[in-house]
């Protein structure tokens, strides 16, 4: 059984969701750049074009396994800014020790000692984690929500020099299907996305993230 913060029938409210293999985890971490990014450098044989500051949020580098979640943050790559979309492949060793060690991002009664302990835990933690509703084709939000994870410090550094894989740009991929949906084709629209399932994980690595 998937690992979920809710065993409920169906779909869990709090899940982990992405494109996974045997060794390896496909993201959109903080992909969102300015158009036509013409420099950068290679990492793990793939260029990686330059990020500037304001695109990762409150100076953390933020993964997003959510296909349609990354097409709500950036406009289907149409926002000022965000015309550019990546998917970054990242090793499974490397999420799931990002996943070990973060904190999640706000103070939950029950799940955290006191407000005290939170704080201390979310401000010496090299990843946190935030959990935001899943959206359709239309970019409605759903009743269920996905996980975003937010890297700094030791886990940022990881990222950019171990984690990474592969990355591919996706960009034209989120305009076909965006004009799909403008064009009354869901359907279609639907076999376009990128396979997504439950992350293959054991309970322990989200146990305490869950509200």
Same mark, same amino acid.
């Given at each position: 059984?998937?690992?979920?913060?809710?065993?409920?029938?169906? %779909?869990?409210?709090?899940?982990?969701?992405?494109?996974?293999? =045997?060794?390896?985890?496909?993201?959109?971490?903080? =992909?969102?750049?300015?158009? $036509?990014?013409?420099?950068? *450098?290679?990492?793990?044989?793939?260029?990686?074009?330059?990020?500037?500051?304001?695109?990762?949020?409150?100076?953390? %580098?933020?993964?997003?396994?959510? *296909?349609?979640?990354?097409?709500?943050?950036?406009?289907? #790559?149409?926002?000022?800014?965000?015309?550019?979309?990546?998917?970054?492949?990242? %090793?499974?060793?490397? *999420?799931?020790?990002?996943? /070990?060690?973060?904190?999640?991002?706000?103070?939950?009664?029950?799940?955290? %000692?006191?407000?005290?302990?939170?704080?201390?835990?979310?401000? /010496?933690?090299?990843?946190?984690?935030?959990?935001?509703?899943?959206?359709? &084709?239309?970019? $409605?939000? &759903?009743?269920?929500?996905? &996980?975003?994870? +937010?890297?700094? +410090?030791?886990?940022?550094?990881?990222?950019?020099?171990?984690?990474?894989?592969?990355?591919?740009?996706?960009?034209?991929?989120?305009?076909?299907?965006?004009?799909?949906?403008?064009? #009354?084709?869901?359907?279609?629209?639907? $076999?376009?996305?990128?396979?997504?399932? =439950?992350?293959?994980? +054991?309970?322990?690595?989200?146990?305490?993230?869950?509200?």
């Amino acid at each position: 059984m998937p690992p979920s913060c809710h065993r409920r029938a169906r %779909t869990p409210a709090r899940r982990s969701r992405g494109t996974s293999e =045997a060794s390896r985890e496909r993201n959109q971490p903080c =992909a969102h750049l300015p158009r $036509r990014p013409d420099t950068g *450098f290679r990492q793990g044989g793939c260029h990686v074009p330059p990020v500037p500051p304001e695109v990762c949020e409150h100076g953390s %580098t933020w993964i997003k396994p959510s *296909f349609l979640w990354m097409m709500y943050r950036s406009g289907w #790559g149409t926002k000022e800014g965000q015309e550019t979309v990546l998917a970054v492949e990242i %090793t499974r060793d490397g *999420f799931d020790w990002a996943l /070990r060690n973060a904190c999640l991002s706000h103070y939950v009664r029950g799940l955290h %000692t006191d407000r005290s302990a939170w704080q201390h835990d979310l401000k /010496r933690a090299p990843a946190r984690v935030q959990w935001d509703p899943e959206r359709d &084709l239309h970019l $409605r939000p &759903l009743p269920h929500r996905s &996980l975003q994870l +937010g890297l700094s +410090g030791e886990a940022s550094a990881r990222y950019a020099e171990e984690w990474i894989v592969s990355i591919s740009d996706v960009t034209p991929l989120a305009h076909e299907i965006h004009a799909l949906v403008r064009d #009354g084709d869901p359907d279609s629209a639907t $076999r376009l996305l990128p396979p997504e399932r =439950a992350y293959p994980a +054991g309970d322990e690595l989200l146990a305490h993230l869950c509200p």
